[in-house]
């Protein structure tokens, strides 16, 4: 009896010293810290509370908050757009969009439910499910067109079926506790934030939310955003850190890959461990993570929308320089870049003086450029109308104030212009906006095909142009349809570069000239793990071709209608023109 009452006495002190638990079954110990969330640049800073379940280092907010930390701070911040609402039934968070579209958290069976993917993921302003100049405002104030206009009667829209994502399977669990539902950070910006190509970076102090670019220039020197972000010491993760992130990564990928079907991928956990990689990506060992990471992206997948951009804050900003020496590129990376190399190199052989964007040689006018780039901030045609005085001008031009210039010079008064070749050799991708308003520029009309690999969803959608500035739409817009149109493309051509010879080809109406374009089929998805690494993925929105009512993608290229088969073939202008007047 004695003895029976000195145990009794024991429990009694130790259960004293345990922290207090909710009341209720499953309850847990959750413990919250206010940290600084950054949105855009390092002026601009909000206190957010993340909380930490049963002592885990892995973050998690609250689902009633989301939409705050989603959209920021700022009374502009959610201008335009309906904010999603949030509700508790029983054990299942959910959050609500416009219409009653919603998404559901089930803390029971730890399972994400989309009622609609599509639809609860698009922008409030895009006309179709699937919207290619996303977030493009097609109408003025006095209701004429700008740029662009959706032709939304002849458009074609496939809903996709609901999307359930079973976190649990990957160990990842949701709390209900208090009427409130928690959720992994990394989760809700995986799944939530990373279709508006901005993402929650987290350092173990504070988070960044947007896109990867504000850490580093384009020499690939911190900013001082990025100062921040990598100012803590590299440090090892903890157990439950590297298992939730390695979790979460598999979740994410199997998830959004777009080009799971073509690569033969069932399950990302499984291709880590058959690649020898899942013990290095769940070490607490950030560099060995990161390397793991690396090979994953880089040599194992080896499409090139897909690579990784930056380590982690845990494994330091410089650690991402020894990778490619240490582990070296994947066999379609590296020759892809020896062909890039080669095009350049034949391009500066054949024109050492340089290629301007737009040149005429004879009866036939070239248009030249290497990426597609959207209208700058600030620049409006409709306002201060475009004007090309010098060579510098006409070099400075966005692909957009291009397609302008050069269908004014084309359809000019006692114009020579026959043919019109659009030279894409070299261009390797850039804004899907500019290479929707380019596709219209020559076919009076640009259709592109999209399908949703998570969802099943397809879209056709239709958009024309007000190429002239008029602000409308008409015949007048679509006179290089009379000419004699031409495309160059090479295996160099790739993304955005091959969606516009996907598009031509698929038209019957532009001749191809030179070797099959490069692929790139899905929109690239930018994506962080959940300690901070940063890397691109070819994402769910897969571009396809249409042939008999069945979408196919685009990843393996348009052939051409004629092979050149030398590169320099490409860039000797006279020898090119005099070829495509023989062509009948």
């Given at each position: 009896?004695k003895?029976l009452?000195?145990?009794?006495?024991?429990?009694?002190?130790?259960?004293?010293?345990?922290?207090?638990?909710?009341?209720?079954?499953?309850?847990?110990?959750i413990?919250?810290r206010?940290l600084?969330?950054?949105?855009?640049?390092?002026d601009?800073v909000?206190?957010?509370?993340?909380h930490?379940?049963d002592g885990?280092?892995v973050?998690?907010l609250?689902?009633?908050d989301w939409s705050?930390v989603?959209?920021?701070p700022?009374d502009?911040?959610?201008?335009?757009?309906?904010?999603?609402?949030?509700?508790?039934?029983?054990n299942?968070?959910?959050l609500t969009r416009?219409?009653?579209?919603s998404?559901?958290?089930?803390c029971?069976?730890?399972?994400?439910r989309?009622?609609?993917?599509?639809i609860?993921?698009r922008d409030?302003?895009?006309?179709?499910m699937i919207?290619?100049?996303?977030?493009?405002?097609?109408e003025?104030?006095?209701?004429?067109?700008?740029?662009?206009?959706?032709?939304?009667d002849?458009?074609?829209?496939?809903?996709g079926t609901?999307?359930?994502?079973?976190a649990g399977?990957y160990?990842?669990d949701?709390?209900?506790?208090?009427?409130?539902?928690?959720?992994?950070?990394q989760?809700?910006?995986?799944?939530?934030?990373?279709y508006s190509y901005?993402d929650?970076?987290?350092?173990?102090?504070?988070a960044y939310?947007?896109g990867?670019?504000a850490?580093a220039d384009?020499?690939g020197?911190?900013?001082?955003m990025?100062e921040?972000?990598?100012?803590?010491k590299?440090?090892?993760?903890?157990?439950s850190?590297?298992?939730?992130?390695?979790?979460?990564l598999?979740l994410v990928l199997?998830?959004f890959?777009?080009?799971?079907?073509n690569?033969?991928i069932?399950?990302f956990?499984?291709l880590a461990?058959?690649?020898g990689?899942a013990?290095d990506?769940a070490?607490t060992?950030?560099v060995?993570?990161?390397g793991a990471?690396?090979?994953?992206?880089n040599?194992?997948l080896?499409?090139?929308?897909?690579?990784?951009?930056m380590?982690s804050?845990?494994?330091?900003?410089d650690?991402?320089a020894n990778?490619k020496?240490?582990y070296g590129?994947?066999?379609?990376?590296?020759?892809?870049?020896k062909?890039v190399?080669?095009?350049?190199?034949a391009?500066?052989?054949?024109?050492p003086d340089?290629?301007?964007?737009?040149?005429e040689f004879?009866?036939?006018?070239?248009?030249?450029?290497?990426e597609?780039?959207t209208?700058?901030d600030?620049?409006d045609y409709y306002e201060?109308p475009?004007s090309?005085?010098t060579?510098e001008?006409l070099?400075n031009?966005?692909?957009?104030?291009l397609?302008?210039?050069?269908?004014?010079?084309?359809?000019?008064?006692?114009?020579?212009i026959e043919?019109?070749?659009?030279?894409?050799?070299?261009?390797r991708?850039?804004?899907?906006?500019a290479?929707?308003?380019?596709?219209?520029a020559?076919?009076?009309?640009c259709t592109?095909?999209t399908?949703n690999?998570?969802s099943g969803?397809?879209?056709?959608?239709?958009?024309m142009?007000?190429?002239n500035?008029?602000?409308?739409v008409?015949?007048?817009?679509?006179?290089?349809?009379?000419?004699?149109?031409?495309?160059?493309?090479s295996?160099c051509?790739?993304?955005?570069?091959?969606l516009?010879?996907?598009?031509f080809k698929e038209?019957?109406?532009?001749?191809?000239l030179?070797?099959?374009s490069?692929?790139g089929?899905?929109?690239v998805?930018?994506?962080c793990?959940?300690?901070g690494?940063s890397f691109?993925l070819s994402?769910?929105?897969?571009?396809?071709?249409?042939?008999?009512g069945a979408?196919?993608?685009?990843?393996?290229?348009?052939?051409?209608?004629?092979?050149?088969?030398?590169?320099?073939?490409?860039?000797d202008?006279?020898?090119l023109?005099?070829?495509?007047?023989?062509?009948?």
């Amino acid at each position: 009896m004695k003895k029976l009452l000195c145990c009794v006495v024991a429990l009694c002190l130790l259960a004293s010293a345990l922290p207090v638990l909710a009341e209720g079954a499953g309850a847990h110990t959750i413990e919250t810290r206010t940290l600084n969330f950054y949105y855009r640049d390092p002026d601009t800073v909000m206190p957010v509370e993340v909380h930490f379940i049963d002592g885990s280092d892995v973050p998690y907010l609250a689902l009633s908050d989301w939409s705050s930390v989603m959209y920021g701070p700022g009374d502009d911040a959610t201008e335009g757009i309906i904010v999603p609402t949030f509700s508790m039934a029983g054990n299942v968070g959910t959050l609500t969009r416009e219409a009653g579209y919603s998404v559901d958290f089930d803390c029971d069976a730890d399972t994400v439910r989309f009622q609609d993917f599509d639809i609860y993921m698009r922008d409030s302003s895009d006309a179709f499910m699937i919207d290619m100049i996303d977030g493009i405002s097609t109408e003025g104030e006095d209701g004429s067109v700008r740029y662009f206009a959706r032709a939304n009667d002849a458009s074609y829209e496939r809903y996709g079926t609901e999307v359930t994502i079973n976190a649990g399977d990957y160990g990842i669990d949701f709390i209900a506790e208090g009427g409130e539902c928690y959720v992994p950070m990394q989760t809700l910006s995986d799944l939530l934030m990373s279709y508006s190509y901005s993402d929650i970076y987290y350092n173990g102090e504070i988070a960044y939310v947007g896109g990867t670019d504000a850490f580093a220039d384009e020499n690939g020197d911190l900013t001082p955003m990025g100062e921040i972000f990598y100012s803590v010491k590299p440090h090892d993760r903890s157990q439950s850190m590297a298992n939730f992130t390695y979790n979460e990564l598999c979740l994410v990928l199997d998830t959004f890959y777009g080009l799971k079907d073509n690569h033969f991928i069932t399950s990302f956990r499984e291709l880590a461990e058959e690649t020898g990689l899942a013990e290095d990506l769940a070490s607490t060992d950030p560099v060995d993570a990161d390397g793991a990471l690396y090979q994953l992206l880089n040599l194992h997948l080896d499409d090139i929308h897909t690579c990784m951009f930056m380590t982690s804050p845990a494994s330091g900003h410089d650690a991402f320089a020894n990778f490619k020496d240490e582990y070296g590129q994947g066999q379609s990376r590296m020759f892809r870049n020896k062909q890039v190399e080669m095009y350049l190199e034949a391009r500066d052989a054949v024109r050492p003086d340089g290629i301007l964007p737009y040149e005429e040689f004879g009866n036939t006018a070239y248009i030249t450029f290497d990426e597609f780039d959207t209208l700058p901030d600030g620049v409006d045609y409709y306002e201060t109308p475009l004007s090309v005085e010098t060579e510098e001008d006409l070099k400075n031009l966005n692909t957009i104030g291009l397609m302008i210039y050069a269908y004014r010079q084309i359809n000019r008064k006692d114009s020579p212009i026959e043919n019109v070749v659009l030279d894409l050799s070299n261009n390797r991708g850039g804004d899907s906006q500019a290479a929707v308003y380019t596709i219209a520029a020559f076919l009076g009309v640009c259709t592109v095909n999209t399908r949703n690999t998570c969802s099943g969803a397809r879209v056709t959608g239709n958009y024309m142009i007000d190429i002239n500035l008029d602000g409308r739409v008409d015949e007048d817009d679509m006179l290089l349809t009379q000419k004699r149109l031409f495309c160059l493309e090479s295996c160099c051509s790739f993304s955005c570069g091959n969606l516009v010879p996907c598009a031509f080809k698929e038209s019957n109406v532009v001749t191809m000239l030179g070797r099959a374009s490069g692929g790139g089929a899905c929109v690239v998805l930018p994506l962080c793990t959940a300690d901070g690494s940063s890397f691109w993925l070819s994402g769910p929105m897969q571009l396809a071709f249409l042939k008999n009512g069945a979408f196919y993608d685009i990843d393996r290229g348009a052939e051409p209608d004629f092979p050149l088969m030398q590169p320099a073939s490409f860039y000797d202008r006279e020898a090119l023109t005099e070829f495509i007047n023989g062509i009948r």
